[in-house]
Every structure is written in structure tokens, then in C-alpha cells.
């Protein structure tokens, strides 16, 4: 399977804290992103990064890719109870433009 | 906020009913996607469309078919649909090439149960 899987599957911490969630996947790609859903909702995008960039920002995100390792981090500083959610990364295989694969998410819990 | 709508939110239906779930966008985007996810599981692929009147199944083998006769509108049917159907779909759109490419939108789900 190409799909991506994060890690860890679930993370509780206070509000106030980083949380760093990994992702690892098994094919080429040409870009991976973030996404959020919240219990039982559609997903949201987060943030992409593509296959030749190392890290991104936006806003408390940061996104680090290492396309040798075949892995990503996402890093949410000062987390804030809002944050909590469950958060997916999606690969886009090389040379396919109309397929994502996702993985099976990080629930992350910030404890007010 | 993305504009791409799933009706009907929640649908509790017995076992052997028709049914379709519909899924529209006014972004004009020329992709769109089904995925059927388990509560708090991976998302699977199930169909996906690159443009009017082509649609490709997903990694994930349903039973549900779809159509794609307009651009804003992407419904999947479910001829006869059993308790194994019991998921959310998620429906999702995307515009490569345009403003945030290669991104996805979803619809809020349609969570499906059948009896």
C-alpha cells in the first residue's frame, strides 16, 4: 500500500505545548499535505509541501519533509484546546496527478 | 470555507434500499472524489473523476456506483445496500494548476447506516 501512516495514533498534551506527529510513506511522491478533521466532520487542509521542499510554515504549523527517508512531520506550536482533532497526511504519488492516499491519522487531544 | 455540499448529512436506512448520496461544488473544480471512512480509521478511495463523463474506481472495491454528467455534481448509488455499507463518505473535489493546486476540498460526510 502507498498509503502514508502517522505516528503516533494518539497524543494528549496541555495546552501551551508542541505536538509533533510523523508521517511515513512507501512510494515517490510528488507533494504531501496535512489535513485536519474534527470529530465526524470533512477533513480541512492544512498545508502542502512538495517533493523538492524540506520544511514549510504556516502560521503554528510547521512541515518538514525528508523524501530520503520517505517520512514528514507536522509540528503545531503553542497548542491550544481548538486544536484538538485528528490530523491525516495524504501523499501524491509520482506521476499521478488524480490519486491522494491517506493515512490513518494522529488524534491529538490539548487538554485546556 | 470550501463550497462543496453533501446531502443528506446522516441516513439511516434497512437493508436492500436504492439509495444515492449527492455531492455538489460550485469551484468549478474538474476533479472529485468518494471516500468511505470508518470511525477513527484511514480514508479508502472508493471512485474518483477527472472531468465530465469519466470515472475511475478507487483502491478500495464498493459495490457503489457513480456518475459524472455536469462538472459541480458527482453522486454515488448504492443499488441494494447492506449493513457492510455502514460507513461516512466523504466527498472531495480538487482543481490542479489553480490557486492551491493538487489540494483538496472535502464535504462535511455523509454518515450512512443501514440496518
Known amino acids: ?112 | 470555507e470550501a463550497d462543496i455540499y453533501q446531502t443528506p448529512r446522516y441516513l439511516v436506512i434497512g437493508t436492500g434500499k436504492k439509495i444515492t448520496l449527492e455531492c455538489s461544488q460550485t469551484m468549478g473544480h474538474d476533479k472529485m472524489y468518494w471516500y468511505q471512512q470508518d470511525p477513527g480509521m484511514e480514508l479508502h478511495l472508493i471512485h474518483y473523476s477527472y472531468g465530465v463523463n469519466s470515472t475511475e474506481k478507487g483502491d478500495l472495491s464498493s459495490e457503489s456506483t457513480v456518475s459524472r454528467i455536469r462538472t459541480e455534481h458527482f453522486p454515488l448509488t448504492l443499488e441494494s445496500a447492506r449493513p457492510s455499507h455502514t460507513s461516512q463518505y466523504l466527498c472531495a473535489s480538487s482543481a490542479q494548476g489553480e490557486g492551491r493546486p493538487d489540494t483538496q476540498y472535502f464535504g462535511p460526510g455523509t454518515r450512512l447506516t443501514v440496518l
Open chain 1, 1 to 112: 500500500s502507498q498509503q502514508g501512516e502517522e505516528d503516533p495514533q494518539a497524543l494528549s498534551i496541555q495546552e501551551g505545548e508542541n505536538a509533533t506527529m510523523n508521517c511515513s510513506y512507501k512510494t515517490s511522491i510528488n507533494n504531501l499535505q496535512w489535513y485536519r478533521q474534527n470529530s465526524g466532520r470533512g477533513l480541512v487542509h492544512l498545508i502542502l509541501i512538495r517533493s523538492n521542499e524540506r520544511e514549510k510554515h504556516s502560521g503554528r504549523l510547521r512541515v518538514t519533509l525528508d523524501t530520503s527517508k520517505k517520512s514528514s512531520s507536522l509540528l503545531i506550536t503553542a497548542s491550544r484546546a481548538a486544536d484538538t482533532a485528528s490530523y491525516f497526511c495524504a501523499t501524491g504519488p509520482a506521476g499521478n496527478f488524480n490519486k491522494f492516499y491517506f493515512g490513518s491519522g494522529t488524534k491529538l487531544n490539548v487538554k485546556p
